[in-house]
């Protein structure tokens, strides 16, 4: 099979990030994986399979049909905690499988209740608390009625864990939102202990929290962006390493995007390049086709705008970026020819495209330019 563009997740880049992460837990916190949206855009399996291999054995998906695709297609399978959508008999197939699920409001609590009952078996269930994210969880008023649920299915709930999820901890801007949600969790939390139950996981922090608030860990973070060595935004970054005084390249990009020249075009001074008027050749040029385009997740908005890596070189896109291609200048490289590597993400020589300067260059976050990466580019794990 022919494929348009390869993604490569890095081995050692992975080892260095969880390295930092790890260095910032308390004794005794569990590290629970974030791989919703295929992993960030890594592909789910490819990177799930990577990071046990790095001893990494809890993950959080966002729904149940990733929790299946884990089940289904590890030779081991580690403990999954599904954090949002699983519903009617995907429920009684993560009990039966013992995949943890969120219950955030009383559907999911009776379900996971009948479920439970009718398989004889407990559900593993996280109380999630609505703090000031304003999503899902159960407002403070409704604790006793929760507890209340609980006393009376012992037999069929296993409270595994109590969370909330902050509301943009990357930003000192929110810092009176979160510190007020760190309160109200910390409230929420202490009814639940004092009616008598003793959840197996407190969790609160995500990336940003972990960073910006350490005293959130209880004893599990969920952590997403880190691992794949971004940052959850500038703020934090600035933040970290002037705070730390530290290096900061700390964390390793674990993703690169490569594709191949597809074909090479002399152009005449004064013609347009591509559709419409969105380039006009000031001199006589050279151009490189590269088959990637808005529909493998390379934004529209980067037309005329992002660079590329061909022979160690930056070479600029220009005109506009298509469904499936590109169009490069490379009218600086005589020793061009098709076939030749083109970097889209990543490293070739001593040059480097980062995904940040794709972030600064048209306002696309990572996490989305990442998660909106093609389920079906081909990921492979390198060194
Ligand atoms: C996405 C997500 C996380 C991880 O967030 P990062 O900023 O990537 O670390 C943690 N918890 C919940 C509930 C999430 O949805």
Same mark, same amino acid.
């Given at each position: 099979m022919y494929e348009s563009s390869t993604i490569e997740i890095s081995r050692n880049a992975l080892q260095n990030n969880l390295r930092f992460i790890r260095k910032r837990l308390n004794q005794g916190v569990r590290l629970c994986s974030v791989v919703k949206g295929n992993a960030y855009g890594h592909g789910l399996l490819e990177f799930v399979g990577l990071a046990m291999e790095c001893g990494v054995d809890y993950f959080g998906v966002h729904a149940a049909d990733e929790a299946y695709l884990l089940k289904n297609n590890l030779k081991t399978c580690p403990d999954i905690f599904i954090m949002g959508a699983v519903e009617g008999e995907a429920v009684k197939w993560a009990i039966l499988e013992g995949v943890e699920f969120s219950v955030f409001d009383f559907d999911r609590l009776e379900i996971a209740v009948l479920y439970g009952k009718e398989l004889n078996m407990k559900a593993k269930i996280h109380i999630e608390l609505?703090?000031?994210?304003?999503?899902?969880g159960f407002a403070e008023n409704e604790i006793d009625e929760v507890c209340r649920i609980l006393d009376l299915n012992k037999e069929h709930l296993l409270l595994q864990g109590v969370f909330t999820h902050f509301?943009?901890?990357?930003?000192?801007?929110n810092q009176f939102r979160i510190s007020a949600q760190i309160l109200s969790f910390e409230a929420g939390y202490q009814k639940i202990t004092n009616l008598g139950f003793q959840p197996v996981y407190k969790h609160s922090a995500c990336s940003a929290a972990l960073l910006n608030?350490?005293?959130?860990? $209880?004893?599990m973070v969920r952590v997403g962006i880190l691992q794949y060595g971004?940052?959850?935004?500038k703020e934090t970054h600035l933040r970290y390493t002037i705070d730390k #005084?530290?290096?900061?390249?700390?964390?390793?990009? %674990?993703i690169s995007w490569k594709t191949k020249v597809m074909s090479i075009k002399e152009v005449r001074k004064g013609s347009f390049i $591509?559709?419409?008027?969105?380039y006009l050749a000031q001199k006589n040029m050279k151009i490189a086709i590269v088959p990637v385009g808005y529909s493998h997740g390379? +934004?529209? +908005?980067l037309s005329n705008v992002s660079n590329v890596l061909i022979r160690g070189k930056n070479a600029p896109v220009i005109g506009t970026v298509n469904v499936n291609s590109l169009t490069i200048d490379?009218?600086?490289?005589?020793e061009i020819v098709k076939g030749d590597e083109v970097v889209l993400i990543g490293k070739q020589k001593d040059k480097a495209i980062t995904v940040k300067s794709f972030s600064e260059q048209t306002q696309v976050m990572n996490y989305e330019l990442l998660s909106r990466?093609? %389920? #079906? %580019?081909p990921r492979v794990v390198v060194p």
């Open positions: 609505e703090t000031g994210m304003r999503r899902t509301a943009g901890a990357e930003s000192q801007a608030y350490p005293e959130t860990q $209880g004893n971004f940052w959850p935004n #005084n530290t290096n900061p390249e700390l964390l390793k990009r %674990i $591509g559709y419409g008027t969105a390379y +934004s529209r +908005s490379v009218s600086h490289m005589d990466l093609p %389920i #079906n %580019i």
